[in-house]
């Protein structure tokens, strides 16, 4: 029983190994490059530590049993063992550092490599949030969301990295590693995704006072599942036909939420704030920090500042009904 608790905190430390925001558990051609560098400096740095410290216990046992470290009789034959040793020491240190140059080489190579037909996706920061657009062969056919970025699985793609602002970071540590988003700039980082799932991204740059709550997902879906979400991402938002929701369209275009705030297929078509043409198809509201359901979308709208102090969304006065009616009306944009 006593052996198996002893098991517990390895059992906690490997769970840690697995889930959505490590990158010990790659999911991208890129972060299984990343990890393996990581496991052999790992590797190289664990044997090396076990074994100076297995030479200093020695050296502390030997003290403790007061035996002279060079006794008077056989001193040339120490002399020769203690020279080999350091050499063989100073050995094993230059073959540990050639292993882990050789590797990062290696590795840093292959991270530039981008592999045939790319899909290209344009990342803007902003304080706090992430603008998202895809290419398309047309102007019309461009695609923009925020917060949730969509790869297809076992396709290499380009993320061109801008930041409006200050300087973020963008990090989803399954699929890469960090890359800067710097104002009046462009850094490409390439994502090969191979793994589906729902990974978890974070701004890993301090950026201001909401730095903490300026979180992305990246979702790695099947070819046909993204074809699939980027046409439907392409549909302008429908005129809406319950009247609750069609008062709501005009308190969004009477309040103030048109100067920031893009609805494909109506007047609004500011882009200073989060694209909203399919708000209620994304998964959480203002970057990650709520669940995307009508009660959290109220709250938000009802005070910004409250879920996240200092979010440049203005917290509009309005009335319970209308809130309710511009709730109704944001619900249909699916
Ligand atoms: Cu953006 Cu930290």
């Not at 496991?39 to 020695?58: E, I, Q």
């Not at 007061?66 to 100073?90: I, M, S, Y």
Request: proline fraction near 7%; hydrophobic fraction near 45%.
């Amino acid at each position: 029983m006593r052996q198996l608790l002893r098991l517990i905190p390895l059992l906690l430390c490997m769970a840690a190994c697995k889930g959505v925001q490590t990158t010990l558990d790659p999911a991208a051609d890129q972060s299984v490059q990343s990890d393996l560098v990581w496991r052999a400096m790992l590797a190289v740095c664990g044997f090396m530590y076990v074994l100076t410290m297995a030479f200093l216990g020695w050296a502390l046992w030997r003290s403790w049993r007061n035996r002279p470290v060079d006794p008077p009789a056989g001193q040339q034959q120490t002399e020769r063992a203690l020279g080999l040793g350091l050499t063989a020491w100073a050995g094993l240190i230059v073959a540990g550092l050639s292993a882990l140059v050789l590797i990062s080489y290696g590795v840093d190579r292959r991270l530039g490599q981008i592999g045939p037909d790319p899909i290209r996706v344009k990342v803007t920061a902003s304080q706090w949030w992430w603008r998202i657009e895809y290419e398309g062969e047309t102007p019309s056919r461009q695609v923009v969301t925020a917060n949730e970025l969509h790869l297809p699985a076992g396709r290499p793609a380009i993320i061109d990295l801008n930041s409006n602002d200050v300087i973020h970071s963008f990090w989803v540590p399954n699929l890469s590693g960090k890359e800067d988003l710097i104002p009046g700039r462009t850094n490409h980082l390439p994502i090969t995704p191979r793994r589906l799932g729902v990974f978890r991204g974070e701004c890993a740059e301090f950026c201001g006072l909401e730095h903490a709550k300026m979180a992305f997902k990246a979702m790695v879906d099947t070819p046909q599942q993204f074809e699939a979400w980027r046409e439907a991402q392409l549909t302008p938002a429908p005129a809406p036909t319950d009247p609750q929701a069609a008062a709501g369209e005009q308190v969004f275009m009477t309040h103030g939420c048109a100067t920031c705030h893009r609805i494909d297929g109506t007047e609004a078509g500011a882009t200073l704030g989060p694209d909203l043409t399919h708000l209620a198809s994304r998964t959480t509201l203002a970057a990650g920090m709520l669940p995307n359901t009508p009660t959290a979308l109220r709250d938000w709208i009802a005070d910004p500042q409250k879920i996240k102090d200092g979010a440049l969304m203005p917290k509009v006065p309005l009335s319970e009904t209308d809130r309710s009616r511009l709730v109704a009306y944001l619900e249909t944009l699916r």
